[in-house]
């Protein structure tokens, strides 16, 4: 089945400071991803869903600026939160659709867990 | 309103036991329906989908979909501890362009040995 690598799978960083977050399609073109977040006991939360070589789509109440989205390949995209606050740490999951692939099927990432101190 | 309500629970059933986890949707318009089972920690991990009425059946899971009553279902039958984990209800239209998945809070299954 299709695999997607997101990496890191946790980080601890510092208030203020920015984090990268790489979601990898392994075998197959990603023609596109989304960013979904989910705090304790709680469901996904789409945040933005993004096209292969076009800008990132968010949905209502998240700030772009804060973060940002890039899908530059077919096979990579990357979440940078900027600026990162306690109340930004939280389990990020990126997830990719790709041509051939099963209809809506969707392929998660591994999440990563953001505690910001 | 929720756009995908599910029962928190925990639902608690014995090894061996059937256990049934039930799904409602607002958008009627919803046409993609997906049960993902996601252990602590982990990203969720697709079990089940279903786009027509009536059951679908894989192994020891059926999905029953009714979209004139706005709900899907996910029977899990002989369940196993293995199946202790969070079951997550998600659905998705298919003629906006938008192929991004609601999801609901999910029901967390414990297996009791």
């Known amino acids: 089945g299709a695999v997607v690598s997101q990496h890191p799978s946790r980080v601890i960083c510092k208030s203020g400071t920015s984090v990268k977050i790489e979601c990898r399609s392994l075998d197959f073109q990603a023609t596109t991803m989304f960013w979904y977040r989910q705090f304790p006991k709680k469901s996904l939360m789409l945040m933005a869903t993004s096209n292969e070589g076009s800008k990132a789509t968010y949905e209502q109440g998240v700030e772009k600026d804060k973060f940002l989205i890039n899908h530059a390949s077919l096979t990579l995209s990357t979440l940078t939160v900027t600026s990162a606050h306690p109340e930004d740490s939280s389990f990020y999951i990126c997830?990719?659709?790709?041509?051939?692939?099963?209809?809506?099927?969707?392929?998660f990432g591994s999440g990563t867990q953001l505690s910001v101190l | 309103q929720k756009e995908v309500e599910q029962n928190s629970g925990p639902l608690s059933v014995p090894e061996g036991a059937i256990a049934s986890l039930n799904c409602t949707y607002s958008d009627r318009g919803s046409q993609s329906f997906f049960w993902y089972r996601q252990y602590s920690g982990k990203s969720p991990e697709l079990i089940m989908s279903i786009y027509s009425n009536g059951d679908k059946e894989d192994g020891r899971f059926t999905a029953q979909l009714n979209k004139a009553s706005q709900y899907v279902s996910l029977l899990i039958r002989d369940s196993q501890p293995s199946d202790s984990a969070t079951y997550l209800c998600a659905v998705s239209r298919m003629d906006t362009g938008r192929r991004a998945l609601t999801f609901g809070s999910g029901t967390r299954l414990q297996v009791q040995p």
């Open positions: 997830s990719a659709k790709g041509q051939g692939v099963s209809r809506e099927k969707l392929f």
